[in-house]
């Protein structure tokens, strides 16, 4: 049995590359940028209006002059004009080009405007105000999304500006999640007494949705020679492969016998964690293969802990770590690494997690009261002290 830690270093160390594809900008939104996205002009590309009203060439104003006759209207949109007369002024919108012969837009809150004149009315006025000058955001060929940034509406808006119709991102892998066990029937079937209606299928299905990745589902009754038929073909098909189950020591848990038996190298098989120990990791060329116990918190955990960030890395995003300080004492005997269900709350930038006591690894209602586990580290200690700082999982 071996560490966490071990555990992670091992997956983390076999990320697949699943190549690049270009997709139209609007559905790029949660996807990773797979190139750097390049000013095609200055931010903004001219001296913009910033404000409704007037503008004028600040050096009269300098002299005294309050009224200015006004020799034009430059609307946005329009191409930009010259005001012929450096003492006249030029009514203007927001968003247009700042005509020629202008430095200084002055609101129409702060003139009087009649058919043929502008009255200023304040006095304090300073030289370029209320204009948005050329390239001050960002200058022409400079990067404005780095490659493997994970693209939200913030970055759709700066796709569409540079004229990205397309966009190149990280392919998606082919992910096949699948459940086992007679027990199971799905969610709109009447279960009998002895049966429980396929869930974790559906909690990875939505976990994986998270991440963009679309998935597929399939169930597999408790049977070998069933099992090991459409594995077969499974771990030529796809590119991931998820199990939920059928991976401890009961008389029905075939998977590891059945993926030594398709030769899928076994990398390990149980980890020195609670929930989820007997967490089974293995590879083939093409496919890995994440095995995962059938109860529905360590489902829900292990892939937390270890899916999301093997696909970061195979997509070439970080994983930022989180920490919480603890809010009671905890006592935890095993000596494990325990991941612990805990409601997290935030206060003067400090985020405080709260322990949620639940009914074991089966009890899946009490993740509907957490909001992420606390990870407690494998150690002889028995206590964990409030006030203590560990990592946290986050999942809402």
């Not at 976990?207 to 090991?228: Q, R």
């Not at 489902?299 to 770590?321: A, H, I």
């Amino acid at each position: 049995m071996i560490t966490v830690e071990e555990a992670k270093h091992i997956i983390l160390e076999n990320t697949q590359d699943f190549g690049i594809e270009e997709i139209p900008f609007l559905e790029a939104a949660g996807r990773v940028l797979k190139e750097d996205i390049v000013a095609d002009r200055d931010f903004p590309p001219f001296n913009r209006v910033a404000m409704d009203g007037i503008a004028i060439n600040h050096r009269f104003f300098e002299y005294g002059v309050r009224d200015f006759k006004i020799e034009g209207i430059q609307p946005a949109g329009a191409p930009q004009q010259t005001m012929e007369n450096a003492a006249h002024c030029y009514e203007v919108m927001t968003g247009a080009v700042l005509p020629n012969n202008c430095d200084t837009v002055i609101r129409y809150e702060d003139v009087s405007v009649n058919t043929l004149m502008a009255t200023v009315n304040i006095d304090d006025i300073t030289e370029n105000q209320n204009i948005h000058a050329q390239g001050s955001d960002k200058k022409k060929d400079t990067i404005l999304i780095k490659k493997n940034t994970i693209i939200s509406a913030a970055e759709i808006g700066v796709l569409a500006t540079v004229g990205k119709a397309t966009v190149k991102v990280a392919k998606q892998p082919k992910v096949l999640i699948v459940s086992t066990g007679d027990e199971l029937v799905d969610v709109n079937k009447n279960p009998l007494d002895h049966q429980i209606r396929r869930s974790n299928v559906y909690t990875l299905v939505s976990l994986l949705n998270n991440l963009k990745i679309p998935a597929e589902t399939a169930h597999i009754t408790d049977e070998k020679s069933v099992l090991k038929e459409k594995i077969e073909s499974y771990l030529k098909e796809y590119d991931v492969l998820l199990f939920s189950g059928a991976v401890s020591k009961g008389k029905f848990d075939f998977l590891p016998e059945v993926l030594d038996e398709l030769d899928v190298q076994k990398l390990f098989h149980r980890v020195s964690q609670r929930p989820g120990k007997p967490f089974w990791f293995g590879t083939t060329d093409n496919c890995n293969v994440f095995a995962f116990p059938g109860n529905p918190v360590s489902t829900f955990v292990n892939c937390l802990v270890y899916f999301y960030p093997w696909y970061k890395k195979s997509v070439g995003v970080s994983s930022v770590k989180k920490t919480a300080i603890l809010t009671e004492d905890i006592s935890f005997k095993p000596n494990l690494t325990c991941f612990l269900q805990a409601k997290l709350t935030s206060e003067k930038g400090q985020v405080y997690a709260t322990p949620i006591q639940g009914n074991g690894s089966g009890d899946l209602a009490s993740l509907v009261e957490a909001d992420g586990f606390i990870e407690l580290p494998k150690t002889e200690e028995v206590e964990f002290k409030k006030g203590s700082v560990f990592p946290i999982i986050r999942y809402r």
